[in-house]
């Protein structure tokens, strides 16, 4: 079965200061790979996904993600945080190949952005 | 377009009282799904549709049901609560069955 491991639960950046937010997953066929942001009291929103097209992927909000077979990562970084960018997002990954309509997400990332 | 919409926001319940979360969309969307949200635990999928009268089980489906008689609802029902099911619940829907959109969520609370 696919799954994400999440690095860190909690990650505080200064303001203007890169973002990383780590992903790794476990997929047995080559997956479909998102990320999710949830503002608080607010259902998730798409940032950005990985469907076997280009490796380096771009999001909203100037976010993007890089998909490293070799690593089985799926990591997220922002050039420069913004005090908006507070949040908590989540990594989610999809099969391929069967029929799979699920998504398996980790159990998040908390970002504090520090004035 | 109101996207996904979820009923009630808040909702208290005492142990073994019965509720239904609606969920509707208006995206002509196939694919429906009932979340489950926990500190430090992630979403984790409750059940979930792939048409209209369809219906599957997801991660953690003990002790809810769920209905799909029309394309654009999902029901989900609790038919005896327990404190173990306070939690927030979001709805999601998809097109292909991977971009998914989800509602803004119920926080429900057993007692």
């Known amino acids: 079965a696919q799954s994400v491991t999440q690095l860190g639960s909690h990650v505080s950046v200064s303001e203007g200061a890169l973002v990383l937010l780590r992903c790794n997953y476990s997929?047995?066929?080559?997956?479909?790979l998102f990320w999710y942001v949830q503002y608080p009291n607010q259902g998730l929103q798409l940032l950005l996904k990985?469907?076997?097209?280009?490796?380096l992927v771009k999001g909203i909000n100037g976010f993007e993600a890089e998909f490293k077979k070799s690593e089985t990562s799926f990591h997220l970084t922002k050039p420069s945080a913004h005090m908006s960018d507070a949040a908590e997002y989540f990594c989610?990954?999809?099969?391929?190949?069967?029929?799979?309509?699920?998504?398996?997400f980790g159990t998040g990332t908390r970002l504090t952005i520090i004035p | 377009n109101a996207g996904v919409t979820q009923t009630p926001k808040f909702r208290v319940l005492k142990t073994g009282q019965s509720m239904t979360l609606l969920c509707a969309q208006d995206?002509?969307?196939?694919?429906m799904y009932w979340y489950r949200q926990d500190p430090g635990m992630g979403l984790r999928l409750i059940h979930y549709?792939?048409?209209?009268?369809?219906?599957a089980k997801g991660e953690v489906p003990d002790g809810y049901n769920v209905s799909r008689l029309k394309k654009q609802n999902f029901l989900l029902g609790l038919e005896s609560a327990a404190p173990s099911q306070t939690s927030v619940y979001f709805c999601?829907?998809?097109?292909?069955?991977?971009?998914?959109?989800f509602g803004p969520g119920t926080r429900l609370t057993v007692t």
């Open positions: 999601a829907s998809s097109l292909r069955g991977y971009e998914q959109y």
């Open positions: 997929s047995s066929v080559p997956p479909y």
């Open positions: 990985y469907t076997s097209a280009a490796t």
């Open positions: 989610a990954v999809s099969d391929l190949g069967f029929g799979n309509e699920k998504l398996t």
């Open positions: 995206m002509n969307h196939e694919y």
């Open positions: 549709s792939v048409g209209e009268g369809t219906t």
